[in-house]
């Protein structure tokens, strides 16, 4: 049941009077994986973002020192992924349910006397989400240190082993993806599949993107007939090793740095 996650660190595997008896309760690291079940192009599975979250969750959690406090709960499999529903397999949560998940499993967490959480995000079709969800919890409990992550934005090396090219547009099911998946879930890929397509840049003005400061709304049917973005045919297990090997320590971290961090206070 904890697949990737040290069964030691699988909140579940708790029991109540585990729960009531733990001590410093309020500096312990809750953390809430979310991801997606999503088409990730021709040579992907379906759950790309979710293997991945839990999957450098499970190697930092296994690398961090014993003595911090730090727990997984389950993946939360489901997101917001509509940008991607025109392709088959694809299952999408509303704004709206997926908002309303994650409040109630915070509200839960926070009644069962825990006041960190981060809420460790893998899809990039939700960040926005995570962040008013965060904002939410804390406004209604303001003693509740809600961190909405984005599994990526951690310290690592990714970008140093993409093409300049990958780097600056690849986003979907591309080198970085699909080499950490060959890492992860090596029988799950399918390298022969693997294509390159990279998305049409808005030619009616110079100054938009469609990430970026000024961008423009779109649906993955819009850019993409594989649904892949990006380079997958470059992907690599040894880079994916490599990138697997440098989030999670960027993970290790971030877990540090929450655990020790203090409530914010107005000079």
Known sequence: MHSFIPPERFFPYLTWTDIQAMPNKENVVIIQPVGA????????PLIVDAAIGVGVLGE????????????????L??????EHWHFPGTITLSTATLTAVIMEMGESIYRAGFRKLVLMNSHGGQPQVMQMVARDLHIQYDDFLVFPLFTWRVPNITKELLTLKEAAEGMHAGDAE???MLSL?????????????????????SSLSLEGNLPVSWATKDISKSGVIGDATT?????GDRILESVSNGWVQAIQDIYNFQPLKPH
């Open 178 to 180: 699909t080499s950490i």
């Open 77 to 82: 499999y489901y997101g917001k992924s509509n």
């Open 60 to 75: 930092a959690l296994k690398k961090l020192d014993a003595s911090i406090p730090a727990y997984a709960l389950p993946t």
């Open 185 to 205: 879930l090596p029988e799950q890929v399918k390298m022969a599949a693997a294509v390159a397509e990279y998305p049409p840049i808005p030619k009616q003005s």
């Open 37 to 44: 079940i999503e088409q990730h192009g021709p040579h992907l």
């Open 235 to 239: 992907a690599t297990k040894e880079k």
